[in-house]
């Protein structure tokens, strides 16, 4: 172990990568998104460049996100992606190699797994810890994991919804649905399409979900211009949507988000249960911005529910927590090699 060995705590994420530094904090916020050159296979742009290119490329230019619901689906590609963010995030440093600490969903398997910590090996890093997302949110959110105490969390980003009850640093239940930010953006897009005839992008469904969209229905609505593609005449038109009907586009979607946290209630422990009711569920995860998710989780579950400080930052910063007290969170952490 050399004197001076840089820590960095990775949320590698299916739609952003948070790159977070002890004694920093986040450094790093960029789009897990690749921009690939067709011909050659060459690697172009990570981050928020590539992300520029999504549906505005030539065709032999592909934007391409590896992760795939949490998990790798592209190991080359992750790889470089890694590199780019190991070697961002390091600057000046970058002839010191630092040990990393990666997340990965609650569902991942044992080689999904090792296939994370040789990519961050290869990509740059000395060791390579992986711990599952709902630990680091916990730990993020500032939840206190080692005690004997039941806490659960839900952790909503794009690709996945990790939900788990944790005590005594591990998880004793816990489900991951991959129903999360990506597919209320495409259910929106599908609305927008049968009820209006009108094409949109990802881009925009998601700029939808942000500025009106909600998980109950609510009193006062507010309202957004679109601007698409008419299917019928193939030219541009815009269109005004309203609160209420993206909660109808996006109700299906929310149920299964909400079925996964009934399951895991119903599977945890009646001592623990009964802590849950105490404490309430912590919300992490970018999706869990959603506005009044918190009151849709109260009414189907009937159990407390509130949004965790800075929900998209929890994952990241619990890397950089457990990092700096590996000994402490020992048993939730996987081996390195």
């Given at each position: 172990?050399?004197?001076?060995?840089?820590?960095?705590?990775i949320d590698l994420g299916t739609a952003n990568t948070l790159?977070?530094?002890?004694?920093?904090?986040?450094?790093?916020?960029?789009?897990?998104?690749?921009?690939?050159?067709?011909?050659?296979?060459?690697?172009?742009?990570?981050?928020?460049?590539?992300?520029?290119?999504?549906?505005?490329?030539?065709?032999?230019?592909?934007?391409?996100?590896?992760?795939?619901?949490?998990?790798?689906?592209?190991?080359?590609?992750?790889?470089?992606?890694?590199?780019?963010?190991?070697?961002?995030?390091?600057?000046?440093?970058?002839?010191?190699?630092?040990?990393?600490?990666?997340?990965?969903?609650?569902?991942?398997?044992?080689?999904?797994?090792?296939?994370?910590?040789?990519?961050?090996?290869?990509?740059?890093?000395?060791?390579?810890?992986?711990?599952?997302?709902?630990?680091?949110?916990?730990?993020?959110?500032?939840?206190?994991?080692?005690?004997?105490?039941?806490?659960?969390?839900?952790?909503?980003?794009?690709?996945?919804?990790?939900?788990?009850?944790?005590?005594?640093?591990?998880?004793?239940?816990?489900?991951?649905?991959?129903?999360?930010?990506?597919?209320?953006?495409?259910?929106?897009?599908?609305?927008?399409?049968?009820?209006?005839?009108?094409?949109?992008?990802?881009?925009?469904?998601?700029?939808?979900?942000?500025?009106?969209?909600?998980?109950?229905?609510?009193?006062?609505?507010?309202?957004?211009?679109?601007?698409?593609?008419?299917?019928?005449?193939?030219?541009?038109?815009?269109?005004?949507?309203?609160?209420?009907?993206?909660?109808?586009?996006?109700?299906?979607?929310?149920?299964?988000?909400?079925?996964?946290?009934?399951?895991?209630?119903?599977?945890?422990?009646?001592?623990?249960?009964?802590?849950?009711?105490?404490?309430?569920?912590?919300?992490?995860?970018?999706?869990?911005?959603?506005?009044?998710?918190?009151?849709?989780?109260?009414?189907?579950?009937?159990?407390?529910?509130?949004?965790?400080?800075?929900?998209?930052?929890?994952?990241?910063?619990?890397?950089?927590?457990?990092?700096?007290?590996?000994?402490?969170?020992?048993?939730?952490?996987?081996?390195?090699?």
């Amino acid at each position: 172990m050399s004197f001076f060995s840089p820590k960095l705590g990775i949320d590698l994420g299916t739609a952003n990568t948070l790159v977070f530094v002890p004694g920093k904090g986040v450094i790093l916020n960029e789009p897990s998104v690749v921009a690939i050159s067709e011909i050659d296979k060459r690697i172009l742009a990570v981050g928020f460049e590539a992300k520029e290119m999504i549906g505005r490329t030539p065709d032999e230019i592909i934007a391409y996100r590896p992760m795939r619901d949490g998990v790798i689906a592209d190991y080359r590609v992750t790889q470089a992606m890694l590199r780019y963010f190991i070697g961002k995030a390091m600057g000046r440093f970058s002839f010191f190699k630092p040990e990393v600490m990666v997340s990965v969903p609650a569902g991942v398997t044992s080689t999904e797994r090792r296939a994370v910590v040789e990519a961050a090996i290869k990509g740059g890093a000395r060791n390579a810890y992986v711990v599952k997302e709902p630990v680091l949110a916990a730990i993020g959110a500032g939840i206190p994991i080692q005690e004997p105490r039941g806490h659960m969390i839900v952790d909503i980003g794009g690709g996945t919804t990790d939900v788990a009850v944790i005590s005594l640093g591990g998880i004793v239940a816990s489900t991951s649905v991959k129903c999360a930010g990506d597919r209320l953006d495409h259910a929106i897009a599908d609305y927008i399409k049968k009820t209006f005839n009108l094409a949109i992008g990802d881009k925009t469904a998601e700029q939808i979900k942000i500025q009106v969209g909600s998980a109950v229905p609510v009193e006062e609505e507010l309202a957004m211009i679109i601007k698409g593609r008419d299917f019928i005449t193939g030219l541009p038109r815009q269109t005004e949507i309203r609160t209420n009907e993206i909660v109808k586009a996006i109700g299906r979607e929310l149920r299964e988000i909400i079925k996964a946290i009934r399951d895991v209630l119903q599977e945890t422990p009646p001592e623990l249960a009964a802590d849950i009711i105490d404490y309430g569920i912590i919300m992490t995860g970018g999706t869990s911005q959603l506005r009044n998710f918190p009151e849709l989780v109260l009414r189907r579950t009937g159990v407390r529910a509130e949004l965790a400080q800075d929900p998209l930052y929890c994952v990241a910063k619990g890397t950089g927590i457990a990092l700096e007290h590996l000994d402490t969170y020992k048993r939730s952490i996987i081996a390195k090699r």
